[in-house]
């Protein structure tokens, strides 16, 4: 049985916490995290949330709860990971284009960093040497990904040093005596064809001899979810097989037993999230009927940013006709959220639910045209807990200088 929240929930919620609401299931996510930790529970695995995906510190206290670790993409990102509880040692910090002072930040947190230039492996081997130790991001030059925006490891991308740079790496860690621990790789998101992460493999087992402090390998995130009927998910069974596959073919690289890592971000939080908005009017037109809803791209902006698609479904009517809408937002910039789509007969003032809401939703929301952010809910054990308070008239003008 999987963990879902009923409709007659979601109403619930929505009336009495107000829309727009993102409501996150705690349960979903320990089941999203057993599926991970069932499926690799014969090898030597270990899984770093990429908490990008969804901040809230409750839902990172929830997330240590069930021991897994934590992987962040901004310095502010560690230090909410150790507010939150986590122990530095469980927090990866895996850098894209900053600036060194983050770097020494995070070795004075005592963290764990994924290096991803030539520029900022050079400063740390002159100022720690063998010192601390440092894990590299390297870019695979292999295309995989739901779309480009979200593809991070092909030859054309800005993310890691590319794997035909490994000679420079390598004199740099001559060079400055560097004590490299993991070599990482990711290539994107929403990954559906698990060999994406063989072949990622296979390029870092040419390099694995070369690294005489290696201890982990780290594979990064992406796996897929669903988001409509028909849609699967990355089989992590199969990914298990094959990842363990891969290492009895090349056993002990350099001799040593590594420890594989992920970063799953989407995967763990995606489908525990609902977003609840309300019907502010429906306008007849010859092009479409559309359907406003008391939000836009200014909460959730996937729809318009990645042409993602987020299953809608009118929960105040569950039984109407279904009839095609498009669902616009209430914004003054064309903010919509999906073309003519099959939805149960929608009225004004109906709730109207969005699915797959966890992962950058919130996270990537915004004040445009001056509207608040929306409010966060927790529902852990049955019980719904408010996280974060819908913004208030103040938060518009906190940081203001009025002169
Ligand atoms: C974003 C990101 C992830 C997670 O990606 P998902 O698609 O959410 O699983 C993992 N690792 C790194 C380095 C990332 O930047």
């Known amino acids: 049985m999987s963990e879902?929240?009923?409709?007659?929930?979601?109403?619930?919620?929505?009336?009495?916490?107000?829309?727009p609401l993102y409501v996150y299931?705690?349960?979903?996510?320990?089941?999203?995290?057993?599926?991970?930790?069932?499926?690799?529970k014969n090898s030597n695995t270990l899984f770093f949330y990429a908490c990008k995906a969804l901040t809230n510190i409750n839902i990172l206290k929830y997330v240590c709860s069930l021991g897994a670790n934590v992987d962040c993409s901004s310095i502010n990102e560690a230090r909410l990971a150790l507010h939150a509880g986590f122990p530095p040692e469980r927090i990866l910090y895996t850098s894209n284009g900053i600036g060194f002072d983050e770097i020494e930040e995070a070795v004075s947190l005592g963290i764990i960093i994924n290096v991803d230039s030539l520029s900022n492996l050079e400063k740390f081997g002159q100022k720690y040497g063998h010192t601390y130790p440092v894990g590299i991001r390297l870019r695979p030059n292999i295309m995989a990904g739901g779309n480009l925006k979200i593809s991070t490891g092909h030859d054309k991308s800005k993310f890691g040093i590319p794997v035909?740079?490994?000679?420079k790496v390598l004199a740099l860690v001559e060079r400055y005596d560097l004590n490299?621990?993991?070599?990482?790789?990711?290539?994107?998101?929403e990954i559906k064809d698990v060999d994406v992460f063989v072949k990622g493999i296979e390029i870092l087992f040419d390099l694995i001899p070369k690294f005489s402090d290696l201890k982990f390998i780290d594979?990064?995130?992406?796996?897929?979810?669903?988001?409509?009927?028909g849609d699967s998910e990355t089989d992590i069974q199969l990914l298990a097989q094959k990842v363990n596959e891969a290492f009895a073919n090349h056993p002990n690289p350099g001799g040593r037993p590594l420890q594989v890592w992920f970063e799953p971000g989407k995967f763990l939080v995606s489908e525990c999230g609902?977003?609840?908005?309300?019907?502010?009017v429906i306008k007849e037109t010859d092009a479409a009927t559309f359907v406003s809803v008391d939000s836009g791209f200014n909460h959730l902006i996937r729809p318009m940013f990645y042409d993602a698609y987020h299953r809608i479904e009118n929960i105040s009517n569950p039984d109407g006709a279904p009839k095609r809408y498009s669902v616009v937002g209430n914004i003054c910039e064309t903010d919509t959220f999906a073309w003519d789509r099959t939805i149960n007969e929608v009225r004004e003032g109906d709730y109207l639910v969005f699915y797959n809401a966890g992962a950058y939703g919130?996270?990537?929301?915004?004040?445009?045209?001056?509207?608040?952010?929306?409010?966060e809910v927790l529902v852990k054990d049955?019980?719904?807990?408010?996280?974060r308070r819908r913004d208030v008239f103040q938060d518009l003008l906190r940081n203001q200088i009025d002169l």
């Open 4 to 19: 879902q929240l009923s409709q007659d929930h979601l109403i619930r919620l929505g009336k009495e916490f107000g829309t």
């Open 25 to 40: 299931h705690a349960e979903k996510i320990k089941e999203q995290y057993a599926k991970l930790t069932s499926a690799f």
């Open 164 to 167: 035909d740079q490994a000679d």
């Open 180 to 189: 490299i621990a993991d070599l990482h790789i990711h290539t994107g998101s």
């Open 219 to 229: 594979l990064g995130g992406g796996f897929k979810v669903p988001y409509k009927d």
């Open 274 to 280: 609902y977003f609840i908005t309300k019907v502010n």
């Open 362 to 375: 919130f996270e990537m929301s915004s004040n445009f045209n001056s509207r608040y952010k929306p409010a």
């Open 382 to 387: 049955g019980q719904a807990h408010l996280i």
